[in-house]
């Protein structure tokens, strides 16, 4: 066999080379040497350095891209800050429903009273300062929210038509009579003192998810210019009401020891309305979209929460 393959060796090997003696010239063949790594095998494949700076990047080119990203950047930019915004209102207006579902839970489940307070202050001020701004120019961008129960279990004001609140005032003693459940919360980016969307009834808009019955204007309406409780509170607890406290909660919405909601005022007495509501919109820090008294409620990101008075059910609409 070895003597067979030799010969057809010897047969092939001469036909081959003459062959390709004949198609190439030696002159056109270089070896497989790089200037700057000498002799290499094929395997070691010597042209990878000229492929690599046919693969980089120019500083042009480079520029370009950068360019690029940052006018995508730029239009893009908008999209997350709504994206961002949308997500606050949500968080807080469920955050909220949250709330007042456990303070009627506290107070039925331990049969005494329980009030939460409403305030909103101006977001550009630092959230540990004392007291929080209020007042002026641009008190708005912060929701804080707080929740108290009464040691005794009775409401710490009797009903009346009027001069209600009066013993309210004038027992408050710092707090002492009251113990707070939770801790304050509080809500960036949101804005409801003063807003009152009004009126956008199923009737007139039968296929809108904002489309609901509204309560009587003020207190009902917390965020109404002229709402107010005379039940109000200051956080935390422990300071006088005209002074030294962080929060003072003037918007109060009260539960009984069997779950019914109210917001006492000077002459409205053991008064129970249907529901009761809170309108929010988004801000960035303290500036606001200021609405027209006919805004179309179905379009943009506002919300409103309701209350029922003597259910507990909350309910959240949004566009």
Known sequence: MSDIRGQKSERVKPHCAQALRTLYSTSDL??????ERGPESFRDFP????????SAFTLLELVIVIGIIAILLVLIGPAFTTMTSGSDVASAIYGVKGLLENARGYAKANHTYVFIGFAEADSS???????????????????????????DGTSQYQ??????GNDWAANYANGAHLVP?????????LHFVPVDFG????????????????PTGPPYILGHALSSSVTPFTWPLGSPLDS??????????????????????????????????????????????PLPADFNQDVGNNAVI???TTSGAVRVFRP
Do not use: C
Request: without cysteine; proline residues 8%.
């Open 30 to 35: 270089r070896p497989l040497v790089s200037p």
């Open 47 to 54: 042209l990878l350095k000229q492929r690599e700076r046919a």
């Open 125 to 151: 001020v630092d959230p540990s300062v004392s007291p929080q701004i209020t007042t002026g120019d641009t008190p708005y961008g912060r929701v804080a929210v707080a929740v108290v129960a009464s040691k």
């Open 159 to 164: 009903y009346a038509t009027t001069d209600q």
């Open 181 to 189: 459940v939770g801790k304050l919360q509080t809500y960036e980016n």
């Open 199 to 214: 009126s956008w009834s199923p009737s007139a808009h039968p296929n809108s998810k904002m489309a609901r019955y509204q």
């Open 244 to 289: 030294g406290y962080q929060y003072r909660f003037d918007r109060v919405i009260n539960f009984d020891p069997t779950g019914i909601a109210r917001i006492a005022t000077s002459t409205n007495g053991d008064a129970i309305p249907h529901v009761m509501e809170i309108d929010f919109q988004p801000t960035h820090g303290t500036v606001f979209q």
């Open 306 to 308: 309701q209350l029922g």
